[in-house]
């Protein structure tokens, strides 16, 4: 399964049934949003870009927020 499909089916699931991402599913859409805004044009790979970076949070960040306003992990954003 491609990770557009499992964006979109893990943002269903959030947004509908308020389910909490796991950290790995919070990476995962981390790493799709990477790859759609910058990964394309850079050619860095989301596994690239270093844990704990301004790069890396701020895609975690933008992954949290599009899962919707109930998803927060501290843990995620190191």
């Given at each position: 399964m491609n990770s557009g499909?499992?964006?979109h089916e893990l943002l269903v699931r959030?947004?509908?049934?308020?389910?909490?991402?796991?950290?790995?599913?919070?990476d995962l859409v981390a790493g799709?949003?990477?790859h759609d805004s910058h990964g394309r044009t850079?050619?860095?790979?989301w596994l690239d870009v270093a844990r704990g970076s301004d790069a890396h949070r701020q895609m975690i960040e933008a992954a949290m927020m599009a899962l919707g306003p109930h998803v927060r992990s501290e843990a995620a954003l190191q």
């Open positions: 499909k499992l964006f959030c947004l509908s049934e308020q389910h909490q991402p796991t950290e790995e599913e919070i799709k949003i990477w850079t050619g860095q790979p």
